[in-house]
């Protein structure tokens, strides 16, 4: 710390191991003589009490065992990119302990101010040196704690560390209120079609019943055979399922094919603007429109629908497949035991209701106007994000 006094993570905070049981030793929490227990599924942002195993109180062998507010849980032995990974413990509805795939960072209040301590061990700097300390096994990451004890924490006094505290939970909090703006603008679109067009199962407004295949010129799947085949190191864009999220792409981990073969071996699966792409597999229904700046990519394993200008509006039938009802429709007809799997002919018989092509083209102007709000909310969400980011650096360096 520029000018200021620091110390070891050893001298002001305490790694605790957690307690061993057996996944037969697992009981509702709330039985009677048991202890709620965190694993690695709590340890997110922040901890996560939707899913919270309960073990009998016979498992904590010491009293150090149990958690306390101020704590920092910490992902202990995980996949290499989650070690380290931490959130703060609050004050808990019930007495609790932790599993030995976590541990607990305790500090000693006297010397450190427990959410100062959690923004520290938090921050990207701490997370990636943790993370390079882990001690891999063959699957597994294991946090190496004696060289987490020697890490130099910065050290200013107890009121500038509550001020440091205070700032930086003060600027996550406006990232947090704007994730979540973000959040109900994803639901207002389904909000907007069920208004506009009630469920698509029991359809109140009596809309015609039309075969998907009737409403599309083109209904077909990407490639399928040996796709790996024409990757090539950059070329053309070709979008598999994890590119395909509700209502948008996501152009992350793509591959690529030759402008070449792009033309002429796999011409026929090449994407055209307003085409609606569909997972197959995996998460089948899934949809999401093509931009115009996406005019001409290709498709590994998707179904593509291109639906006739004058029937299917590209917007509404993607909404109409990312909404519960309209997945059920189309799944009705899926295939496979194993794994859910959507096929051509699956998706050319479902049958969907279809609404004037006049009342879903003032659907998409709504959803337009939403896909504007969000684009400025993901936009502040980068910056604040940016910013946050630079407090971080600054307050472990003594600039704050």
Not at 88 to 110: K, N
Not at 111 to 122: E, G, M, N, S
Not at 162 to 186: F, G, V
């Amino acid at each position: 710390m520029s000018g200021g006094m620091s110390t070891t993570l050893n001298d002001v905070a305490t790694f605790i191991r957690g307690i061993t049981f057996k996944p037969e030793d697992v009981v509702p929490v709330g039985s009677p003589n048991s202890v709620a227990c965190m694993r690695t599924k709590n340890v997110q942002a922040k901890l996560d009490l939707s899913d919270v195993w309960g073990v009998s109180a016979f498992f904590v062998k010491r009293r150090d065992q149990y958690l306390q507010p101020g704590d920092v849980l910490v992902s202990s032995a995980n996949s290499w990119n989650l070690v380290g990974k931490c959130c703060w413990v609050p004050e808990l509805p019930w007495q609790s302990t932790f599993g030995g795939f976590i541990s607990a960072l305790r500090p000693d209040m006297s010397k450190v101010d427990p959410r100062y301590l959690y923004r520290w061990f938090a921050s990207d700097r701490v997370q990636t040196i943790v993370r390079s300390f882990g001690q891999q096994t063959t699957n597994i990451s294991n946090l190496n704690v004696d060289r987490c004890l020697r890490l130099e924490i910065p050290l200013p006094p107890l009121v500038e560390q509550r001020r440091i505290a205070t700032i930086l939970d003060k600027a996550d909090a406006l990232r947090a209120r704007r994730r979540a703006a973000l959040a109900q603008l994803d639901a207002l679109t389904q909000s907007v079609f069920l208004d506009m067009f009630g469920s698509p199962v029991t359809n109140p407004a009596g809309w015609p019943a039309v075969a998907f295949s009737e409403i599309c010129d083109r209904v077909t799947v990407g490639i399928v055979v040996k796709p790996a085949s024409y990757y090539v190191p950059n070329g053309v864009p070709a979008l598999r399922s994890l590119n395909i999220k509700p209502g948008k792409i996501v152009l992350e981990d793509l591959v690529y094919f030759s402008q070449s073969d792009n033309d002429t071996k796999l011409a026929k699966t090449k994407l055209r603007t307003n085409d609606v792409v569909i997972v197959r597999t995996g998460q089948p229904g899934t949809a999401a429109v093509v931009p115009s700046e996406l005019d001409g990519v290709n498709a590994i394993d998707l179904l593509i629908a291109s639906p006739q200008n004058e029937l299917g509006d590209p917007t509404f039938l993607c909404t109409f497949f990312n909404s519960a009802g309209g997945r059920d429709l189309v799944l009705s007809k899926q295939r496979g035991q194993v794994q859910k799997h959507l096929n051509v002919g699956s998706l050319n018989e479902a049958i969907i209701p279809l609404p004037p092509i006049d009342l879903q083209r003032t659907f998409a102007r709504r959803i337009g106007a939403i896909e504007k709000l969000k684009a400025s909310h993901h936009a502040s969400c980068a910056a604040l994000d940016g910013l946050f980011a630079s407090l971080q650096d600054r307050a472990f360096r003594g600039e704050l």
